[in-house]
């Protein structure tokens, strides 16, 4: 019989799910091409109500394990569900406009198929086995994979739709034959009790080692990491707008987590061995995804390899937790990477918040002709995206500073002169990305508009982005109390 304690570690799952159900029911019953303002309604109150209970739980500083150890709630993926669910309200609220110019919200798929994928984004947090994060991976796998082909008209995001698929098929298989061979070498699905059995060092390490690159390359597919970066581009540039914004910001916290998940929770005594992988996965995101970003016309390819770079800038700090075996550093270097992937959500939503107000029946807007004189047209506007490109590039005093220095720092303190040699590579790599940032900001303040039709917007796009560059600005400045969790967060996962 299932304890009482199990429940409590799911019932934020629980809430989610059986409200989605609710709402696919009440869709039923809605006006056929209506802008589906009670689905709307319905999603973003559950998602309140959602974001607060894993908030309580996080602030509540509990780690927790349910249904025979395969379930964990902890401040790390409290926090991580908080702020994932967080941002699929913010994506929900910029890009329902969009949707529903084009018309995508015909039925209310896109609303109850977002919580679908948010589900499987809490699955992935809370999984402490194996099997749990494979489950969790494949229901937001495959609900992102139906958003990407929402418009069943359009050729284009079709086309996207097969692309990610079938490469999604194989990074699945990557990584879940990468578990079956740990699950071999080991002989449980548990993560803790794979770090028991690694700790004995009794596992034939070839094995291990074998199980392990399929992993990293399972998990570097799914945070966009080159040269596993191939979907990216084309998923971005063809998926819907308002899709591209729903599989590029909250899944990226899911990615985060179950590296932390697998890599450090299950696999930390073959630290030695992922962390050189990592490195390599790093070093090449930051050289591809800049270099490749600066040759782009299109604003939404342009993000999506500015993706790639910022991914591999996240895991420079996943590479230095263990130094010659010795876990000092850890906290440091895994609460950076935290604080990076957190941030670089918040900015994304920004940025893409911005390309979808732009957009209208008809026009994309998508290309980087089409912010020309964005600040005649809109000052407001054109400060925001500012912002966000000055946070991407990593200029102070905007939050993506700190987040790259906090980074930065973590390698420094490791005192290897590898980890160094890596800090000052990514700062070189910072500064040939910041060309392509700035490139936006001098289209926006000093082309001249292509239309001169002013930019409007529905009140609460407008609150939610006015509020979306202040938090940037201003985490930028005090970025305090957001590294703090992080790092209490990260804590309480290494000692639980």
Request: charged share 10%.
């Amino acid at each position: 019989m299932i304890d009482k304690l199990s429940w409590i570690t799911i019932y934020p799952e629980v809430v989610l799910l059986v409200m989605a159900c609710i709402i696919a029911l009440v869709d039923l019953s809605g006006e056929p091409g209506a802008r589906r303002t009670r689905t709307y309604v319905l999603t973003l109150a559950t998602l309140a109500v959602v974001a607060v209970l894993t908030g309580l739980n996080a602030a509540d500083g509990n780690t927790i394990y349910g249904f025979g150890g395969m379930v964990v709630s902890d401040p790390m993926g409290n926090w991580l569900k908080c702020f994932a669910t967080i941002a699929l309200m913010v994506t929900l609220v910029y890009g329902r406009p969009y949707a529903a110019d084009r018309d995508m919200l015909r039925g209310g798929e896109m609303f109850t198929i977002s919580m679908f994928a948010l589900l499987g984004i809490f699955v992935m947090m809370s999984g402490s086995n194996f099997l749990v994060i494979y489950l969790g991976l494949e229901l937001l796998t495959l609900s992102s994979y139906a958003l990407v082909a929402l418009r069943r008209d359009n050729a284009v995001a079709s086309e996207a739709a097969m692309k990610y698929f079938v490469l999604g098929a194989m990074a699945s298989g990557f990584l879940l034959y990468g578990l079956s061979m740990m699950y071999g070498a080991t002989g449980s699905l548990d993560v803790n009790e794979v770090f028991k059995a690694i700790s004995t060092h009794k596992v034939n390490h070839q094995v291990l080692v074998f199980g392990l690159v399929f992993i990293v390359a399972g998990l570097g597919f799914k945070v966009g990491a080159a040269p596993f970066h191939m979907w990216v581009p084309d998923v971005y540039q063809g998926a819907p707008t308002a899709v591209t914004l729903l599989i590029g910001a909250a899944p990226e916290l899911a990615a985060f987590a179950i590296i932390i998940r697998l890599l450090v929770e299950g696999l930390l005594p073959l630290a030695i061995d992922w962390q050189q992988m990592l490195a390599l996965l790093a070093i090449a995101s930051l050289l591809v995804g800049n270099l490749a970003a600066i040759a782009q016309t299109n604003l939404k390819r342009m993000l999506a390899y500015s993706t790639i770079a910022q991914m591999g800038f996240m895991l420079l700090g996943l590479v230095a937790g263990v130094v010659n075996g010795n876990t000092y550093n850890a906290q440091f270097a895994y609460s950076a990477s935290m604080f990076y992937i957190v941030t670089y959500v918040l900015t994304t939503l920004a940025s893409f918040g911005i390309i979808l107000l732009l957009a209208r029946e008809g026009f994309e807007s998508e290309e980087i002709v089409d912010l020309a004189g964005l600040n005649q047209r809109s000052p407001l506007y054109a400060g925001v995206m500012a912002v966000a490109m000055f946070s991407l590039a990593g200029l102070p005093p905007l939050v993506g500073f700190y987040a790259k220095l906090a980074v930065l720092q973590a390698l420094i303190a490791s005192g290897q002169a590898i980890y160094i040699g890596l800090a000052v590579f990514a700062v070189i790599m910072s500064l040939v990305g910041a060309f392509y940032y700035l490139r936006i900001v001098k289209v926006m303040y000093f082309d001249k508009p292509v239309t001169a039709s002013t930019v409007s917007a529905s009140i609460d796009v407008r609150f939610v982005l006015t509020l979306n560059g202040a938090l940037i600005l201003i985490l930028g400045i005090v970025p305090g109390g957001l590294m703090t969790l992080c790092a209490k967060a990260i804590v309480a996962t290494l000692t639980s």
